[in-house]
Nanobody, 116 residues
Framework: QVQLVESGGDLVQAGGSLRLSCVAS????????MGWYRQAPGKQRELVAR???????NYADSVKGRFTISKDSAKNTLYLQMNNLKPEDTAVYYC??????????WGQGTQVTVSS
């Protein structure tokens, strides 16, 4: 079955950087999109960044210019480089894979905490 395992979350001071990783396994289908979402306490899960097949990457306005999504296909790994972190970036970050056939898969999440 599909497994997405995130890592890299940590406690960091405002202005600092983190790189999140998501290792994927069990994917034997065409992928429509891969991305990162986050959910802060008391808030809905929201898109952070997404790579869509045959289309440009898209980012939430709040992270444009600070976060970069990338992937290493040889390692089956998706990354999120986060620079100039702000306290409002504090959330659980989730990796997501969208199948070209309609399936939607999530990792267990990794906690990012940014102190002011």
């Amino acid at each position: 079955q599909v497994q997405l395992v995130e890592s890299g979350g940590d406690l960091v001071q405002a202005g600092g950087s983190l790189r999140l990783s998501c290792v994927a396994s069990g994917i034997d289908f065409a992928i429509r999109a891969m991305g990162w979402y986050r959910q802060a306490p008391g808030k809905q899960r929201e898109l952070v960044a997404r790579m869509i097949r045959n289309s440009a990457d898209n980012y939430a306005d709040s992270v444009k210019g600070r976060f970069t999504i990338s992937k290493d296909s040889a390692k089956n790994t998706l990354y999120l480089q986060m620079n100039n972190l702000k306290p409002e970036d504090t959330a659980v970050y989730y990796c997501n894979v969208e199948s070209a056939y309609g399936g939607n898969y999530w990792g267990q999440g990794t906690q990012v905490t940014v102190s002011s």
